[in-house]
């Protein structure tokens, strides 16, 4: 029973420690995720890490650090994608949806992995390319970190 105590505790205090900053070590990502077709009405599927996936040509990058976007303006043409990318090996997870002060709001044309209040987690190490089939501009934000906040436009 002490040892049970003892690994909960000390997995406690890891998780408080990661979750007041991150590392910005750059590893593989534990997950990729093939965006659905520009027509498609489904989640994004997440494949093995060792499958190779570019996201379309021209498309954008935003990388996520503990508490903030890095490169959170970005411009892309309809049906290219946003890879989204957290390239720490520690830290916290994002839950990342549509909307601003980590506050979900449905914004019609949103890709489908958008769509709920639940949105899309990240864990650290993880990067997912999501395809955005509808011209228009999204406020992406974190129910975790608030002062999180991306903006995406997509023209046609």
Request: charged share 5%; aromatic share 6%; with cysteine.
């Amino acid at each position: 029973m002490r040892k049970f105590a003892l690994t909960l505790l000390v997995g406690v205090a890891l998780f408080m420690a990661a979750c007041a900053g991150g590392s910005t070590a750059n590893t593989a990502p534990t997950n990729t995720v093939v965006p659905p077709p520009a027509t498609a009405t489904t989640a994004p599927t997440v494949v093995p890490a060792t499958a190779t996936t570019a996201p379309a040509a021209g498309a954008a990058t935003i990388g996520m650090g503990s508490r903030s976007f890095i490169g959170g303006t970005v411009t892309i043409k309809v049906g290219q994608s946003v890879t989204f990318s957290d390239p720490a090996t520690t830290g916290g997870i994002h839950q990342l949806v549509t909307g601003s002060n980590g506050t979900f709001a449905a914004e019609a044309g949103a890709p489908s992995a958008f769509a709920s209040s639940t949105g899309i987690a990240f864990s650290p190490g993880t990067t997912m390319a999501i395809a955005f089939p509808t011209a228009g501009t999204y406020m992406i934000t974190c129910k975790i970190h608030p002062s999180m906040e991306a903006t995406i436009t997509v023209t046609a």
